[in-house]
């Protein structure tokens, strides 16, 4: 039930975009009808087999197909179903901006409908600068299209579109859309047996059409459109097309080819019941999967008596559908070297459950490698071997690693039973010998604490949170623990009131309350107090945000408390006198304001009379990314240390901005239950620096979903 939530969850969360691809022509019915054959819990610790974790490398939109050139140049094509091509290159998780080719305008994108696949012949780049597409046209209809590169290798001639193969589809789904060359050089094509439900055409038998087959042609040879090749295995036989390879297939959505034995890997979407793999030796055509008259290997429809099994070919592995696991999407052999026991194992999942297999080639046993929260549309071979897979929603392209071996950057969660606890287990996580001064405000609101994060760096000291009233167990034991004698309080009475620092005093510690009458003034103080802290070191410069909203200061607070920068608080529209007044008094030089318009004002940030650059972007989510590839550009981090912490619910990410000053490093926001895109691609791009990660607050603050995805998202 847990994972049924969590993948509920996720999958409302992109409704829309999942309403566009209808599931890959997989049925939402259930059956009983046979359990997975698959390895059990016991038999599955008893012998070596994979387990898998992931590595985000690109993100695209939509994506349902990874190709590899195969061309020594070190680039990813991405098929988005919308009708592009992108192309991602491995040496820096980089997603070249323009699109390789778009024929979006020509692409029928509805349901299954699309741009669904890609392939380069052998000698790509070389002998030939040809590559194919298989797309659905605006009436529906499968098109084989050949494309040219143009000069540029990363942009295709637009103009070159040739057509190749066309295919009258019946119904708008089970188009298959998969095109890979073969190891003889021929291209071959899965296709669909026309759609609607159960092969009301009885495409998957029929011999005169080329639906519901796998196709085998020659589209190298000169010959336009194509050359049928001689040892098709029903060439001279009039009843049959004679582009058929093999038939009875339901929607052969995804095959690929062994690259070591030349074997064909098919994974047929099943109906109501089965999912299934059909395996075909290298250069073994003719063979009949059995679609419509068996899905998998139980009679079809439901009920009906087996029909004859002379000359049909069963799957080597099927499961059912009675774990949720209901839509196929076929893998690869693993041929790789990063990961030698994965040798020979055939790497499929499942579009609705999100589950990654192995399969052994040899025994055909299966055992689960990874359970994911993804819509997995597609998996890819790189040039040398890895492999990849594509999350449909989000469109993150994931490389697969072993699980058995750690990851480079260390991951961990700091947090505790409520805020107060929380901001003390962060403040002895980021002072692990102790401090001598803290700087303690409220944990009941947020601008005060906002506001201290470079006072807490110009006393090399944490940031702990207090009750407006009393002095939590939580504050008491921490100040203890770190041997602190002096405590800065921010924030006047209304926020921490005299009875916290009479008991404080009490408690043998030197006290000094640092405040103004309003938000404003207690920032305008506190800067004036980090400026008097630091002396000649202070380098005149500060960021300015909004005072009633939060999370743009937070993005700073971090920076803030490492490179001795005041956070200064304004109205979205006017600049409080007192702000202006701070600032003039402390020697601001220049200005950083985060956020948009909306947030601050060019007439509010102009207001401080100084040169000022404005950090932003569309959402909160944004805006912490751009002040990390600010700070990085700045050279106020080196980006080995990050942070993650709700972007909508604050106080564990006011003490996480001293461990992570603490650090030099910075942080990004997240959902509770979602890891926002721009958050995502700032993680990507953090790859090559960060060396640790933190997760700040528990669980419903940052979901444990949502912190699997970061550590997904780093090496």
């Not at 052969?252 to 098919?266: N, Q, V």
């Not at 944490?462 to 034991?477: E, G, I, Y």
Request: aromatic share 8%; net charge negative.
């Amino acid at each position: 039930m847990e994972a049924s939530m969590r993948r509920l969850r996720f999958a409302l969360a992109f409704v829309v975009a999942a309403a566009a691809f209808a599931a890959i022509a997989c049925s939402s019915s259930r059956s009983t009808a046979e359990g997975s054959r698959g390895l059990d819990p016991a038999a599955q610790a008893a012998v070596d087999v994979p387990a898998v974790r992931l590595l985000a490398r690109f993100r695209a939109t939509q994506p349902v197909d990874i190709v590899s050139p195969r061309d020594g140049s070190g680039r990813l094509f991405i098929v988005e179903k919308p009708g592009r091509i992108r192309i991602g290159r491995l040496a820096d998780n980089t997603l070249v901006p323009t699109p390789s080719l778009d024929i979006s305008a020509l692409v029928s994108t509805g349901g299954e409908q699309g741009l669904l696949g890609l392939a380069f012949p052998p000698g790509y780049g070389t002998s030939t600068q040809n590559f194919y597409v298989d797309y659905t046209d605006r009436n529906g209809d499968t098109v084989i299209a050949r494309y040219r590169a143009s000069s540029d290798p990363d942009r295709a001639d637009a103009g070159s579109a040739s057509r190749v193969l066309f295919v009258d589809q019946p119904y708008a789904n089970h188009n298959g859309g998969q095109v890979v060359f073969g190891p003889d050089g021929y291209l071959y094509i899965g296709m669909g047996d026309g759609g609607s439900s159960g092969d009301p055409l009885g495409n998957g038998q029929k011999k005169n059409t080329l639906l519901g087959k796998m196709l085998r042609i020659d589209v190298e040879s000169g010959v336009t459109p194509y050359r049928v090749p001689s040892d098709n295995p029903f060439v001279g036989d009039p009843a049959y097309k004679p582009e058929i390879w093999a038939l009875g297939v339901r929607n052969p959505w995804r095959f690929s080819f062994d690259r070591a034995t030349g074997a064909i890997y098919i994974a047929d979407v099943g109906q109501n019941r089965i999912e299934e793999i059909d395996v075909q030796p290298a250069g073994v055509g003719g063979r009949n999967y059995g679609w419509n008259y068996y899905e998998g290997s139980l009679p079809f429809p439901v009920g009906s008596a087996p029909k004859p099994t002379s000359g049909l070919t069963f799957p080597v592995y099927e499961y059912s559908h009675d774990q949720g696991d209901d839509c196929i999407t076929g893998g690869f052999v693993y041929r790789g070297s990063q990961h030698p026991s994965w040798q020979g194992r055939y790497f499929f999942g499942d579009f609705e459950s999100g589950r990654i297999w192995s399969m052994s080639t040899t025994s055909h046993a299966v055992a689960l490698a990874l359970d994911t929260p993804f819509l997995i549309t597609t998996f890819g071979e790189g040039e040398d071997g890895e492999l990849y897979l594509a999350e449909f929603m989000d469109g993150t392209i994931y490389e697969l690693k072993d699980a058995k071996q750690a990851p480079s950057v260390a991951m961990a969660r700091v947090g505790g039973s409520d805020r107060y606890a929380t901001a003390a287990a962060i403040a002895q996580a980021a002072f692990p010998s102790g401090c001598t001064t803290a700087v303690v405000t409220t944990g009941e609101d947020f601008p005060d604490a906002l506001a201290s994060s470079a006072l807490a760096g110009a006393v090399s000291g944490p940031l702990l949170l207090t009750k407006r009233d009393s002095v939590p167990a939580a504050l008491a034991s921490a100040l203890t623990s770190l041997g602190v004698r002096d405590v800065i309080v921010v924030g006047g009475p209304g926020a921490v009131s005299p009875g916290v620092v009479a008991d404080l005093e009490t408690a043998g510690y030197s006290v000094q309350r640092v405040a103004g009458d309003d938000r404003y003034e207690t920032a305008a103080e506190v800067a004036r107090k980090v400026a008097n802290r630091l002396g000649v070191s202070y380098g005149g410069e500060a960021f300015v945000v909004r005072g009633d909203l939060f999370p743009d200061a937070l993005a700073a607070a971090p920076i803030a408390f490492a490179n001795g920068m005041p956070i200064l608080l304004t109205r979205p529209n006017a600049m409080p006198a007192s702000t202006v007044a701070a600032a003039a008094d402390i020697g601001v030089a220049r200005a950083w304001v985060m956020g948009g318009t909306g947030a601050v004002s060019d007439d509010a940030a102009s207001a401080l009379s100084v040169p000022w650059t404005r950090i932003e972007g569309r959402d909160r989510y944004e805006t912490a990314a751009g002040a990390r590839s600010r700070a990085l550009q700045e050279g106020w981090t080196d980006g080995q240390s990050l942070g993650a912490v709700s972007g909508t619910a604050f106080p564990d990410g006011l003490a996480g901005a001293a461990f992570l000053g603490v650090k030099r490093g910075f942080v990004l926001l997240t959902q509770q239950d979602l890891l926002p895109a721009a958050t995502r691609q700032a993680l990507i791009d953090s790859q090559a620096t960060a060396a640790s990660a933190t997760v700040f607050g528990g669980t419903g603050a940052v979901g444990a979903q949502v912190e699997q995805l970061i550590r997904w998202h780093l090496p």
